[in-house]
């Protein structure tokens, strides 16, 4: 019984541990990215992917790059660029030598195990979509549907029974296209019922940096709705 | 094929305390249930929640265990199975020491092999009702709600597992306790993580595991030296149970026996096996082992078909 009780006393503590730092500035970082970052610098990872992060022969642009500038602007910090390979970024991330890498990274990324990710801000659904002269989408099956050359689009199709016809230039595709819906949106298509697959966009973070992670989370979750604009821009731009 | 003897039975109290028992292993399978639903919504990414839902998945075994044994436990012996069905707890104990243990070492494994690798545990927010909330903040939560079952129905079992002097049951209230103490570790670990310190969650997980893998090694040594005949003890195998000495003293103190020996093993429950008998003189032999089977048999609830062996000298 005795026992019992001082679990009980233990559990009650712990519990209102909890309340009282929900409120407070925990979670802490172990690496003490957040505070080394305020007000100094952000060491940022850039992997070209357009439109996410865009390279061109000034600034860096790009859906993701807009979004970390006014984080750092926030926070109070001034972001550092650094362009590289995937690979060698996360690596660099994964031992606390860059505190943030964009390029279009998703959630089912291999390196979910070695580095931090922000809970999905964006998600991208890849549907198909038809002019708006053309009756709707019945069938996929057999269906000839434009995807842009060299991009997995292409397979979710034939996995879909459609036959893909590869383009350069989505824009010139008559008849109907598989695109992210914002993009279709864009091109003046419908889009139809005929979903191909969902990718979930995340940044990468140092492994472990939690107060790092949620003050992220927290402006990315706030900006959610601007993400298909800026997408939109970027794309226009092009 | 009719055997001598009447099946085994347990007095009525007993069988009040056996579905007792039923009863809490169900009650405890649905809030595992409940309890890997909840780990399972709030785990993320997080390495030490996965193992939490690992854990919790596990002591499903011993409770499937249990319930599966006792459906066999009271059939009576047949044509088949000349020896009744009472071993069949047995193999559910075997099963539940198994997963005691297993659990046991891979805590053990998984948060030395994350403490050696230096694994920072990362771990997200989510949006409820329109706020981010650090998902840290509901593993807690779902911790704390994971920790109050076991602690519970476990302390409700091990009474009831001494009663019955059934060890599946007993192993099982020993999973519980695992239950809830990893489900502390996993509170004081996610706390740690939340101040910086990443390591808490590790350390607190193989603490703890030292203490489930001993139960572990304890009840799965058990299981199998039962398994092989062992001498009878208590619940727990810490103590020679006396029944086998007190037939022998019952045995001897009767006019006609010059000496005895008992030589029983447990059936899950029950006790059974032989005792060997030097009578002092063969008159009305037929009605003296008769005297001494009722003798033998009667000491105690657990006392079942032990037979009476007629020797001229125990050498």
Not at chain 1, 164 to 188: F, Y
Not at chain 2, 90 to 110: H, P, Q, R, V
Not at chain 2, 144 to 160: A, D, E, N, Q, T
Not at chain 2, 276 to 293: C, I, S, W
Request: charge should be neutral; hydrophobic fraction near 45%.
């Amino acid at each position: 019984m005795n026992r019992a009780v001082r679990l009980n006393r233990l559990l009650t503590i712990l519990a209102l541990c909890a309340s009282v730092a929900g409120c407070g500035s925990l979670p802490r970082d172990p690496e003490g990215t957040l505070q080394r970052v305020r007000g100094g610098r952000l060491r940022v990872g850039l992997v070209e992917h357009p439109p996410w992060v865009v390279r061109t022969s000034g600034e860096p642009a790009g859906a993701e790059v807009e979004l970390v500038r006014q984080f750092a602007e926030q926070i109070g910090t001034t972001p550092e660029w650094f362009w590289g390979g995937e690979q060698q970024h996360l690596e660099a991330l994964k031992r606390f030598e860059l505190d943030l890498v964009i390029g279009g990274l998703t959630n089912d990324t291999p390196w979910s195990k070695e580095v931090g990710l922000t809970s999905p801000y964006f998600e991208d659904r890849i549907v198909v979509g038809v002019p708006a002269s053309m009756p709707p989408l019945k069938d996929v099956a057999g269906a000839k549907i434009a995807a842009k050359r060299g991009e997995v689009v292409a397979a979710y199709l034939e996995q879909k029974g459609a036959v893909p016809v590869r383009v350069d230039e989505l824009s010139q595709a008559r008849g109907p296209v598989a695109a992210p819906d914002w993009q279709l949106e864009q091109l003046g298509l419908t889009r139809t019922n005929v979903k191909l697959y969902t990718e979930k966009h995340v940044m990468a973070v140092p492994p472990g940096e939690n107060g790092w992670l949620t003050q992220l989370d927290d402006f990315l979750g706030k900006r959610r709705s601007q993400v298909k604009e800026a997408l939109q821009r970027e794309e226009a731009r092009r | 094929m009719k055997m001598p003897g009447r099946p085994f039975q347990l007095p009525p109290d007993k069988q009040d305390a056996m579905q007792r028992a039923k009863r809490l292993e169900w009650l405890t399978l649905l809030f595992m249930l409940t309890i890997i639903a909840a780990i399972g919504l709030t785990m993320g990414m997080s390495q030490a929640m996965k193992a939490v839902w690992t854990e919790d998945v596990l002591s499903l075994i011993p409770p499937i265990a249990f319930l599966v044994g006792t459906h066999y436990l009271g059939k009576p012996p047949d044509d088949r199975f000349p020896y009744g069905y009472r071993r069949a707890m047995m193999i559910a104990g075997l099963c539940g020491s198994l997963a005691l243990f297993g659990f046991g070492l891979y805590i053990l494994i998984s948060s030395v092999v994350n403490l050696v690798m230096a694994e920072h545990p990362s771990i997200q927010t989510i949006e409820i009702f329109g706020r981010r909330v650090w998902l840290g903040w509901l593993m807690i939560a779902a911790l704390i709600y994971s920790v109050i079952p076991p602690l519970v129905l476990g302390r409700m079992k091990l009474p009831l597992a001494r009663e019955l002097h059934e060890k599946a049951l007993q192993t099982d209230a020993k999973i519980n306790k695992g239950d809830w103490l990893t489900g502390i570790a996993g509170v004081l670990g996610i706390l740690g993580i939340s101040f910086g310190y990443w390591w808490a969650d590790g350390v607190a997980a193989s603490i703890i595991s030292f203490e489930i893998v001993r139960d572990g090694t304890a009840s799965l040594r058990n299981c199998v030296a039962q398994l092989m005949n062992k001498r009878p003890s208590d619940v727990e195998s810490r103590e020679k149970d006396p029944t086998p000495d007190k037939v022998q003293q019952e045995l001897e103190r009767l006019d006609w026996v010059v000496k005895a020996r008992a030589r029983l093993r447990e059936d899950g429950d029950v006790l059974t096996g032989e005792a060997f008998v030097v009578p002092r003189d063969e008159r009305n032999l037929m009605d003296r082992v008769k005297q001494a089977t009722e003798t033998a048999n009667s000491l105690d609830w657990r006392l079942h078909d032990v037979n009476i062996v007629l020797v001229s000298s125990l050498e």
